[in-house]
């Protein structure tokens, strides 16, 4: 089965541009006169840089606005074939001696630090940048309606995206497409049809948000309060004076989702088990 590309926070070269942006304006805030983030922005980030022609792409597809579909995917066509034309020996290198700047003056650590605004445009321009023949064309339509989304502002349905999805797996050999095909469909159905709405849109954002932590941290923090005030207004309801006090506990302890800057493995399947709580308890109730 194809791969898919990996996204790289420390390799993109639109969120490197904002980081140094941001460290900028930290070391003036600072008075920070020996600041280096300056110089390296200006070292690398130039018209006769790699660096600065791969910027300026990603610098189109995130800040152009288009209303009509068709002309944002006429612009980011466009933009794919300027960036085939880039040196790409020179902009690996450059890439490399840049980070090894950023990590010569900088905690590394504290620097990746800061949240990006774009991070989930900006990564899926990388994964387009990056792409080839070889791997998952599913996901490489996935990048590209969110960019097409954010040119033109607007959400694009799941059944035109699933319709493109599907026109991309055409395309493949038909062999490999039927196979891949068969065993996604297979593992979903087995694992997920029994899932509830809340579930299943709970996986999908794990999945779309897996290297955007802020994000999905955001989501499981805003459906931890929803699930919480659901738990709730089910309390009265419960009758047996056991199933009322395991009920209060979850309740209480509903806040450690919250908790911890990034967002682990764990906090989802326990988010999972509250989903199927409210699930049970609403078919009891239904009864």
Do not use: C, W
């Not at 395309?171 to 068969?182: I, S, V």
């Not at 805003?222 to 309740?251: G, Y």
């Amino acid at each position: 089965m194809s791969s898919n590309t990996k996204h790289s926070k420390i390799r993109n070269t639109g969120i490197l541009f904002e980081l140094l942006t941001r460290q900028i304006t930290v070391d003036v805030l600072n008075n920070n006169k020996n600041a280096e983030a300056a110089k390296i922005l200006k070292s690398f980030f130039n018209k006769n840089t790699q660096l600065g022609k791969e910027y300026e792409l990603y610098k189109v597809l995130t800040t152009e606005n288009y209303k009509s579909e068709t002309k944002a995917r006429h612009l980011i066509d466009a933009v794919i074939k300027t960036h085939q034309k880039l040196n790409s020996t020179f902009l690996k290198r450059e890439k490399y001696n840049l980070i090894k700047e950023i990590k010569k003056n900088y905690n590394v650590n504290d620097f990746f630090m800061a949240r990006i605004p774009n991070y989930k445009v900006n990564a899926s321009i990388f994964k387009l940048f990056n792409f080839n023949q070889t791997q998952n064309p599913a996901e490489n339509t996935k990048n590209l309606f969110t960019i097409v989304e954010h040119i033109t502002r607007k959400t694009i349905s799941d059944a035109k995206k699933q319709k493109t999805i599907n026109e991309s797996y055409r395309k493949q050999e038909k062999d490999l497409r039927l196979l891949a095909y068969t065993i996604l469909v297979e593992k979903f159905n087995k694992k997920y049809s029994s899932l509830s709405k809340s579930q299943k849109k709970l996986l999908k954002e794990y999945i779309n948000n897996i290297s955007n932590t802020n994000s999905l941290k955001e989501f499981i923090e805003s459906e931890t309060v929803k699930v919480t005030k659901k738990l709730q207004s089910m309390l009265p309801s419960v009758d047996d004076k056991v199933t009322k006090i395991k009920l209060n506990e979850a309740v209480n302890q509903a806040d450690t989702l919250m908790k911890g800057r990034v967002v682990e493995d764990k906090q989802v399947v326990t988010l999972m088990r509250y989903y199927q709580l409210v699930k049970e308890l609403e078919n009891v109730k239904s009864k």
